[in-house]
């Protein structure tokens, strides 16, 4: 698939990247000449110098040829006019990053085939973490009805120095799958004969209410949380503490330039908003950090959320999770005082990937240490999957079935389950198996 993107920053060079690395043919458009410049000698891919929204520049990338235009520049005007160009030269589906939410009405009629929000994603992302308060991911498929959560394996957990087939042969009744472990940087899909260690991060899929047996076997304790400190002044900080507030939590948000959330906080009963520095302690303390359940940092800047957090954890918050720009300092810090990491890259490229994919995708989540990737897709009729075993369906070692969602039934599958016409499908698969697994169910 020949993809044009539009806009090289932290959102648009991420999905060049794992596109690329998938083997699509990509270009990019980037209107600063030096960050142009610098992205070329660093990366395989073509990268043209122009602003995005002409009509000269898409087609000197080529947008003719393409099958998919994404506009994830930082201005919302030149992802709209990109995809209107993008419609009249052609381009069967266009996709625009638009933030503005007093431009998204009638979009369609500019062109533009689906429009993301990045940071309104992160924002349900964090609400899920805030509420099963432990866990390093939190996903939803179906609705709820199927979750995959993450966790690090905590020393003398039962997890710790046990195969998984022993474990299963000690725990009846179970309806929780572990799918991945990842350990040292290497991802691996689990199997009966894994061994699993403390430290390991671990990505188990789990249906009903087994969440809480499953996360016990690691080690983690998960807690819906009462009281949540936000630190940070970003878009990402006032659209998430307004969601918490508006789910019933007691929300603090702390940032040296505040004043923006005040009239915020005079909507909310719930919502306090304090002018100060988040990475200093006194002015966390001033406001009851030790009563919190959940410390989140969302600055626009590593090095505060991250010293934010840990300043939270040490002065008692049970739970600190941190927005990352670079990905390095998760695998770091990951069991190290912050909990979990997220990133508005994550949450643009699990809506651009759902299109990219082929069969029918509900949806599609990525992570931060890891290159695994949890697709939710459809056994449409016709589907040679269907009628078949998962041991029979020839699955290859690197993907594994974690969830099968049927009617209103949800349930964990065994090696002998049957794949039926209907069936929605949570696959979890390494980056070489992810187009087995999009022919097998398509």
């Not at 003719?64 to 381009?91: K, M």
């Not at 991945?180 to 991802?187: I, K, M, P, S, W």
Request: aromatic content about 4%; overall charge negative.
């Amino acid at each position: 698939m020949r993809i044009v993107i539009v806009g090289a920053g932290a959102v648009g060079s991420y999905l060049a990247e794992r596109l690329s690395h998938e083997g699509q043919d990509v270009v990019m458009i980037e209107s600063d000449p030096v960050r142009a410049e610098e992205l070329q000698h660093a990366v395989t891919w073509p990268v043209v110098t122009a602003n995005g929204a002409s009509m000269n520049a898409l087609q000197e990338a080529g947008v003719e040829d393409a099958d998919l235009l994404i506009a994830v520049s930082t201005s919302d005007a030149v992802n709209v006019l990109a995809c209107q160009a993008a419609a009249r030269l052609g381009v069967p589906r266009r996709v625009a990053r638009v933030e503005d939410p007093s431009l998204r009405e009638d979009l369609h009629t500019y062109g533009i085939d689906v429009v993301i929000d990045p940071v309104a994603a992160l924002t349900r992302e964090l609400l899920l973490l805030v509420r099963r308060g432990g866990v390093s991911e939190a996903v939803e498929f179906a609705g709820g009805r199927i979750s995959l959560l993450g966790g690090h394996v905590q020393p003398d957990a039962p997890l710790d120095g046990i195969t998984l087939r022993a474990l299963r042969q000690r725990v009846t009744g179970w309806d929780w799958i572990v799918a991945a472990l990842v350990r040292d940087g290497e991802t691996t899909i689990a199997r009966g004969d894994s061994m699993v260690r403390g430290g390991d991060h671990v990505l188990l899929v789990t249906s009903g209410s087994s969440a809480q047996e499953a996360l016990k076997l690691m080690g983690v304790e998960e807690h819906r949380a009462k009281k949540v400190f936000v630190l940070g002044g970003t878009r990402l900080a006032f659209l998430t503490a307004e969601l918490l507030v508006r789910n019933g939590i007691n929300t603090v948000l702390v940032d040296r330039d505040a004043d923006r959330g005040l009239d915020l906080a005079a909507r909310y009963d719930r919502l306090v908003v304090v002018r100060g520095d988040p990475t200093d302690p006194k002015v966390l303390q001033s406001e009851g950090i030790e009563k919190a359940d959940v410390i989140l940092g969302l600055s626009g800047w590593d090095e505060v959320n991250i010293l934010g957090c840990l300043v939270g954890k040490a002065l008692g918050v049970p739970t600190a999770v941190a927005r990352f720009s670079r990905f390095e300092y998760v695998s770091l810090l990951a069991g190290h005082g912050i909990d979990a990491g997220v990133s508005t890259r994550l949450a643009a490229a699990n809506e651009i990937l759902r299109l990219v994919r082929r069969g029918h995708i509900h949806s599609v989540a990525t992570f931060q240490d890891t290159d695994a990737e949890a697709i939710e897709l459809q056994a449409p009729a016709g589907s040679g999957a269907i009628g078949k075993t998962l041991t029979d369906i020839g699955l290859p070692k690197s993907a594994i079935v974690g969830g099968i969602v049927r009617g209103r039934k949800a349930f964990i599958p065994h090696g002998d389950t049957k794949i039926e016409e209907g069936d929605r499908v949570i696959a979890i698969a390494l980056p070489e198996a992810i187009p087995i697994v999009e022919k097998l169910f398509s």
